[in-house]
Each structure stands twice: as C-alpha cells, then as structure tokens.
C-alpha cells in the first residue's frame, strides 16, 4: 500500500526560510509532487521530482531522496500570502498510476 | 494547457437526495480524469479515475458512482446522499506528469 506522512502544522516568520518534510511508502514511485492549496481553494501545482536532487523554482525548492522515501519543499524570503496548506502527493504506477495525497502541512507566516 | 469546469460551487442537499456534480475539461484530448474528495482540514481521497470514455475505476467503497460518457466529461452521482458525503469535491485531470484541478464544488449534506 501507500502512506504519506508530513507534519500537521507549521510556523515561520515572514522573510525566513521554512522546510517541509515529507517521508513516504509506496510500491511503485514515480514520481514526487507538492501542491500549494489555500484554504477553500484548489490546490495548484507547485514542485515535481522523479530524480534524487534538488528543484529550484524561484523561491521555492523541492528535495528528493527515492532511496530514504523522503522529499522537502524549501521556501525562501517567506511572504504573508505563502501561508497555506502544503500537500506532498505520491505518483505510483501501480494500478493505473494514481497519485495519492498527504494530509498536507499547513502554514502560518506571521509578521 | 488545461483548463477544468466544476459546477456548481456550492450545494447544500438533504440526506436522501440525489447528487450530480459534472465536470468538463478543455485541452488535452483523451484526458485521465479524477475525482478526489477533501474533508474539511483533510487530505484529498482519491474516488475515482477514468483513463477513457466510459472507462471507470473506483478507489473506495461507497454510495458515490461515475460515468464518462464523453471524452472530457467526468460525473459523479449518488442516489441517495448520507451525512458523511459533506466535503470539497475536486475534479483533476492529468497533462503529462502533473495533475491540474478545477475549482471543486463545496457540498454540505444536511
């Protein structure tokens, strides 16, 4: 089966720099997503790694290790509108190949 | 690119009665589609997915069924609604390797 594990909550300061971990399980990776939602919105793209290394994209980074079962997204010079909920989804090419989400972390940016 | 209808936005239904949310998709032609389900401060759970017309593959049981009877038009229906059916309804659709979701619809179930 697959399970996806990140933290529930997250605080930061507005500026600084904030990592979210996300650990997971599956049979058959293929890749790695993370997914900016807001709340009462849809979530929206942010991150994909299907490689072990690190992303950038402006501000925001994705790390992937296949061999840990583990990624994290790295937003940088964190602004008020960042704070949202941060999902990690899994990609597995088992059965069709469903991308399966976290619970996802939600973050606070405080002044 | 994509770009995904979800109508309506919001719907409040009785326990009891009958659901169909439609969700249609611009771009891409012969789309994999989705319909996810998130509970208020939840995950998204997967419900269904459908890599062709007609074709339906259901990830959890329940009383929620989908049809595709066009190539980018996703429904999902319910005969009877229960309680446990409240949530944020989310349509997605898939362009290479990332999924892309439409505005959702917010049922409440009373």
């Known amino acids: 089966g697959q399970n996806i594990d990140q933290p529930t909550e997250m605080t930061a300061t507005e500026g600084a720099i904030v990592q979210i971990n996300c650990t997971y399980q599956?049979?058959?990776?293929?890749?790695l997503f993370w997914y900016q939602q807001h709340a009462g919105e849809a979530p929206t793209f942010l991150s994909y790694?299907?490689?072990?290394g690190l992303e950038e994209k402006g501000r925001f980074s994705s790390f992937l290790s296949r061999s840990k079962g583990y990624s994290y997204l790295l937003l940088k010079e964190l602004q008020m509108k960042d704070s949202a909920s941060y999902l990690c989804?899994?990609?597995?090419?088992?059965?069709?190949?469903?991308?399966?989400f976290g619970a996802g972390t939600r973050l606070f940016v405080k002044a | 690119s994509q770009t995904i209808h979800q109508w309506p936005a919001t719907l409040v239904q009785p326990v009891g009665s009958p659901l169909s949310l439609e969700c249609t998709v611009e771009?891409?032609?012969?789309?994999?589609l989705y319909w996810y389900r998130q509970a208020a401060g939840r995950g998204l759970q997967l419900l269904f997915y459908?890599?062709?017309?007609?074709?339906i593959s259901s990830e959890v049981p329940q009383n929620l069924s989908a049809s595709r009877p066009q190539d980018r038009q996703f429904i999902l229906s319910s005969k009877k609604l229960l309680l446990s059916d409240s949530g944020f309804y989310l349509c997605?659709?898939?362009?290479?390797?990332?999924?892309?979701f439409g505005p959702g619809t917010r049922l409440l179930v009373l």
């Open positions: 599956t049979s058959g990776f293929n890749g």
């Open positions: 997605a659709s898939r362009v290479q390797e990332t999924q892309y």
């Open positions: 459908s890599v062709g017309i007609g074709q």
């Open positions: 989804a899994v990609r597995d090419n088992t059965g069709g190949f469903k991308t399966i």
């Open positions: 771009g891409t032609s012969n789309p994999n």
């Open positions: 790694n299907v490689l072990d």
